[in-house]
């Protein structure tokens, strides 16, 4: 069974940093995309950041420059570094993984396997 566990969310400051964690186990295929989405209340879910198996990694175009994924050397957990962040990135974030990379995309949050989502609030 496939979990996905976040971390890391909370309270800032518009300007300050938060960084997420993603907690992955159970996930046995070699291939994945990962991604960050968030959802603000009254709003869709947007995707924000993902990374793929062979390290290719794409940003939603508010978040470039303030936002980093990575993934940790030896194992499925991977991080989303906040920068310089806003009171519009007040949101659920949420990560996602999936084999199939194509249905798991920024534009495409069709994702087979979801965490719960943490909490960040940014005030101004």
């Known amino acids: 069974q496939v979990q996905l566990v976040e971390s890391g969310g909370g309270s800032a400051q518009s300007g300050g940093s938060l960084k997420l964690s993603c907690k992955i186990s159970?996930?046995?295929?070699?291939?994945?995309?990962l991604g960050w989405f968030r959802q603000a209340p009254g709003k869709g879910r947007e995707g924000v950041a993902t990374?793929?198996?062979?390290?290719?990694?794409k940003y939603e175009d508010s978040v470039k420059g303030r936002f980093t994924i990575s993934q940790a050397p030896t194992e499925m957990t991977f991080y989303l570094q906040m920068t310089t962040l806003h009171p519009e990135d007040t949101a659920m974030y949420y990560c996602?993984?999936?084999?199939?990379?194509?249905?798991?995309?920024?534009?495409?949050?069709?994702?087979?396997?979801w965490g719960r989502g943490t909490q960040v609030t940014v005030s101004s």
């Open positions: 996602a993984t999936d084999y199939w990379r194509p249905r798991c995309t920024l534009q495409l949050p069709k994702c087979q396997y």
């Open positions: 159970g996930y046995s295929h070699t291939t994945f995309s």
């Open positions: 990374i793929e198996s062979d390290g290719t990694t």
